[in-house]
């Protein structure tokens, strides 16, 4: 397998428009999280899905950001209308089951500079 | 509430020398913890995983971390390290039945030769 693949992998985009990160998680995996990385905040967990259904998105920062997932082997996140404070890099992440027993596999990132 | 403390936002190592790089995680029941490497530009990779047994647990690399329950750490370790180990590393903490990972917040490693 390829591993977790995101795109794109930069983003450099205008405030107010709209962003769609898009992700493809390992195939088998039940699991996706999407997680934004800055320097002030860290790794922060977004929203996360078991089996297509969100599953907790208490970490999604305000109604313009949504993901979605429509299958198992496809993600999105989109930011509308996009904010420069939202420049930072994206991950999706995929896990293959429950119980915290497994790992979590990181895709390479997206960094989104809104300017 | 889950966390995580790294409290070392950068240590410089000598290349060949020792590494012991830091985590303290407040849970209230048995965490399940992690450390993950990342490189520049690049995606975060497991280095190593404890859930439960031996608290001295192996990872890729040469790494090794220790769980320590009366201090609620969970250092990493490695004796010898190479300047390909030059990277950030994060703690993250974990709890069964719940797939959140609360990562903490890096500590970045340089090494010198």
């Known amino acids: 397998d390829a591993g977790v693949i995101q795109s794109p992998r930069h983003e450099v985009t205008e405030m107010g428009q709209e962003v769609t990160l898009r992700c493809k998680p390992i195939?088998?995996?039940?699991?996706l999280f999407w997680y934004r990385q800055t320097m002030m905040r860290g790794l922060e967990l977004l929203i996360y899905?078991?089996?297509?259904?969100?599953?907790?998105d208490s970490g999604m920062p305000e109604d313009r950001f949504s993901a979605k997932m429509p299958n198992a082997s496809f993600s999105t996140l989109k930011i509308q209308p996009s904010e420069p404070r939202d420049s930072a890099v994206y991950f999706c992440?995929?896990?293959?089951?429950?119980?915290?027993?497994?790992?979590?596999?990181f895709g390479q990132g997206t960094r989104l500079t809104v300017v | 509430a889950q966390s995580v403390t790294q409290p070392d936002i950068h240590i410089t190592v000598s290349e060949g020398a020792s590494l012991e790089l830091r985590c303290n995680y407040s849970?209230?029941?048995?965490?399940?913890l992690f450390w993950y490497v990342q490189s520049p530009g690049q995606g975060l990779q497991l280095l190593l995983k404890?859930?439960?047994?031996?608290?001295l647990v192996q990872g890729i690399k040469g790494f090794e971390a220790e769980f320590k329950r009366s201090q609620s750490s969970f250092n990493l370790r490695k004796p010898s390290v190479h300047w390909s180990d030059a990277a950030e590393y994060f703690c993250?903490?974990?709890?069964?039945?719940?797939?959140?990972?609360?990562f903490g917040t890096g500590t970045r490693l340089t090494i010198i030769p």
């Open positions: 404890y859930f439960s047994g031996d608290t």
């Open positions: 993250a903490v974990g709890n069964f039945g719940n797939e959140k990972l609360t």
């Open positions: 899905f078991n089996n297509n259904v969100p599953i907790d």
């Open positions: 849970y209230g029941a048995t965490p399940y």
């Open positions: 195939s088998g995996h039940d699991y």
């Open positions: 992440a995929s896990s293959p089951g429950t119980g915290g027993y497994t790992e979590a596999f």
